[in-house]
């Protein structure tokens, strides 16, 4: 079973930007589309993004479009999530997960990693 670890979350001012990376061990990577998704206190769990086993489809919340770009590197085991322009209400605990579908649904994701939090001040 592939196991999921999150870095590169921290405090940044808003407009900054900041990577995400997401480190898988076990399992066969490619075998997985990759999403990632965030929460706030009080709040369920929402979609980001997510990329295909082969990287070549993506899809991104509203919320995130054209400032987010999700990426996958297949040798390295790796799944990336570039933030630009940042705002506050990106703040949240961000996750990356796995899936066999290339989906925007939660209910779809069956392997998680911790998360990091990302904070963006006004």
């Known amino acids: 079973q592939v196991q999921l670890v999150e870095s590169g979350g921290g405090l940044v001012q808003a407009g900054d930007s900041l990577r995400l990376s997401c480190a898988a061990s076990?399992?066969?990577?490619?075998?997985?589309?990759l999403g990632w998704f965030r929460q706030t206190p009080g709040k369920e769990r929402e979609f980001v993004a997510v990329?295909?086993?082969?990287?070549?489809?993506?899809y991104y919340a509203d919320s995130v479009k054209g400032r987010f770009i999700i990426s996958r590197d297949n040798v390295q085991n790796m799944v990336a999530l570039q933030m630009d322009s940042l705002k506050p209400e990106d703040t949240a605990v961000y996750y990356c997960?796995?899936?066999?579908?290339?989906?925007?649904?939660?209910?779809?994701?069956?392997?998680w990693g911790q998360g990091t939090q990302v904070t963006v001040s006004s």
């Open positions: 076990g399992g066969t990577f490619s075998d997985y589309a």
């Open positions: 990329i295909s086993q082969n990287g070549g489809t993506t």
């Open positions: 997960a796995a899936s066999v579908a290339t989906s925007t649904h939660i209910r779809a994701y069956y392997r």
